[in-house]
């Protein structure tokens, strides 16, 4: 999953708002008491720096399910659906490779 976010990080920048996530990501032990202090004092500044610390964090946290809460939180947003159906895209590619990978060569 972190590799889908990083094949999609403009796309991701571009249309989530930070603010929106980090309360998720909080509740959900993601992110700590100070992570979510530092990123929410990016909340004057530019929203697409926001999300930019935000996503630099979560690549950089060594929290196994990161990416995929990440997911969650983008997928319970209904205007974000386009980019929901973007990352299941990608996802579904790399399992039909990994599938093809896998098959025995030969008979």
């Known amino acids: 999953m972190k590799l889908k976010f990083k094949k999609l990080h403009a796309a991701v920048v571009g249309s989530v708002n930070a603010a929106d996530i980090i309360d998720f990501l909080f509740q959900e032990g993601v992110i700590s008491d100070d992570d979510m202090r530092t990123i929410g004092l ?50 579904a590619i790399s399992l039909a490779r990994e599938m093809y990978v896998s098959e025995p060569k030969g008979s």
């Open 42 to 91: 990016l909340t004057s500044e530019d929203p697409r720096r926001q999300c930019r610390s935000l996503l630099g964090l979560l690549h950089a946290s060594q929290h196994p399910q990161a990416f995929v809460e990440l997911y969650k939180a983008i997928k319970a947003d209904p205007h974000l659906q386009c980019l929901v159906d973007r990352i299941d895209e990608l996802a």
